[in-house]
């Protein structure tokens, strides 16, 4: 059984489904996954994964960030990553290639990571990082390295790697052209690993989507306090996930088995996942699976064309048949939306009271948001080089040029001489007066 407790807010979010007794009958069968946390960003959606009972491990340069989740992640899976080079540093700053420094100098610390037990031994595993940050962007070809090759000693049909990452880009609200390098460098580092077959799926999270989630109604908790935008879609993206991966557990007309699902996160590629409620039976649905596809709440956004994985999932509530209509067309119009290969799971639970539908859609290509950015960025090199020149402006328009060596070596005053007592003794010597002579007469006029 969950345990609510530890869910905290998600609770509000999570389907009742994942509480009923179809799930909880099964749940032996759930797909095992292990997470990993690299950096504050990567930390914090681990810490909402962990909430699931996923065993979890954040791997961060600063305890202070770390020390944030001490009530949810035991002490000894807080790995503390130093530098010898710059050993009084904590964190890096958003420098990702510090990050990636400091990395490499912990190179033992991933390995041992990468051949725990519950890295190994778990059907899936899932590393999350904030790719506009420094110090887990920094360490993500690190670790993905390692990881790649023990997690391909337990490679599905097709070798396909069982290893994923979730990741979040930065908004258009946070300043300077820093997070867009660093996200467009990750972006690059797992683009190049999903060419090569070394990992399988990438969940990104579009942080440039929380303007609309606080356009609308954000969460509050049964205690009546505010989710922070963040927090909130670290929330959603750890909640669908679990629920996606209850989906094997559910018995009906067609059934999306353990393999189908793990195959599918397991493809390379870039991962969408999203949830429709409340479906009727008069509605248009070609349009709402359109809709299913093309939008989520807090995901990136994708061209739907050369899907290269799908599966979608209709469960309904078992007080009522659902229409055979809507069972037979929820495949048709998806096989058509996404033009690849689609697995497909219609199922009945005794805790929701309207259908729902759930989306998996691999694509070959990153996010339409990765355009963006790359424009964002020529965006913040422009501005910050007009800054600079700016600066230099208001420096010439002073007109201090004539005190440019007003410090110099050159221009130092004289040193002043320490004093002694045998200084001191010499004044008190008497010295005999000097006679006067007629030079000293001269120029008095």
């Known amino acids: 059984m969950l345990n609510l407790e530890k869910l905290g807010a998600t609770r509000a979010i999570l389907s009742a489904h994942m509480n009923s007794k179809e799930v909880q009958r099964e749940i032996d069968r759930y797909p095992s996954q292990a997470v990993i946390g690299l950096g504050q960003g990567g930390g914090r959606i681990a810490a909402e994964m962990s909430r699931f009972g996923f065993p979890t491990y954040l791997v961060n340069s600063s305890k202070s960030d770390m020390d944030e989740h001490a009530p949810l992640i035991p002490e000894e899976r807080r790995v503390i990553t130093k530098s010898q080079d710059f050993p009084e540093l904590e964190g890096t700053d958003k420098n990702a290639q510090l990050g990636f420094q400091i990395a490499k100098e912990n190179q033992q610390a991933y390995k041992e990571l990468a051949v725990s037990d519950e890295i190994q031994n778990s059907d899936f595993v899932w590393v999350c990082v904030s790719l506009g940050g420094g110090t887990g962007n920094g360490a993500l070809k690190v670790a993905l390295a390692y990881l790649s090759k023990i997690r391909s000693n337990r490679s599905l049909p097709g070798n396909k790697i069982p290893l994923g990452v979730i990741c979040s880009l930065p908004s258009s609200e946070e300043r300077g052209s820093a997070f867009r390098e660093n996200a467009l460098a990750g972006i690059q580092v797992l683009q190049s690993m999903i060419n090569q077959n070394q990992i399988g799926s990438v969940l990104v999270i579009d942080n440039e989507k929380m303007k609309d989630y606080y356009a609308e109604s954000p969460l509050v908790t049964y205690a009546g306090t505010e989710v922070d935008a963040k927090s909130y879609s670290n929330m959603v993206v750890s909640s669908i996930v679990a629920e996606v991966a209850s989906l094997p557990l559910l018995q009906g007309r067609s059934v999306f088995d353990k393999t189908e699902f793990l195959s599918t996160i397991s493809t390379a590629g870039w991962l969408s996942i999203s949830k429709h409620k409340g479906l009727s039976d008069d509605e248009d649905l070609e349009k709402i699976i359109d809709f299913l596809f093309k939008e989520n709440e807090v995901l990136a956004n994708y061209e739907l064309s050369n899907a ?128 006067a002579s007629l030079d000293d007469l001269d120029n008095l006029f």
């Open 308 to 435: 290269i994985a799908g599966a979608v999932a209709v469960m309904y509530p078992d007080t009522k048949k659902v229409s055979p209509r809507i069972a037979d067309d929820v495949y048709k119009y998806t096989s058509e939306l996404l033009q690849s290969k689609v697995n497909l799971s219609i199922s009945s639970n005794s805790k929701i009271e309207d259908i729902q539908l759930y989306g998996l859609t691999v694509y070959p290509q990153p996010s339409n948001r990765i355009k963006q950015l790359r424009e964002e960025l020529e965006h913040w090199k422009q501005k910050e080089k007009e800054q600079e020149e700016a600066k230099l402006q208001a420096a010439s328009a002073l007109e201090l040029d004539e005190f440019n060596n007003f410090f110099s070596s050159s221009e130092t005053t004289t040193k002043r001489k320490k004093f002694t007592i045998d200084d001191l003794n010499s004044e008190d010597e008497e010295k005999p007066a000097s006679q």
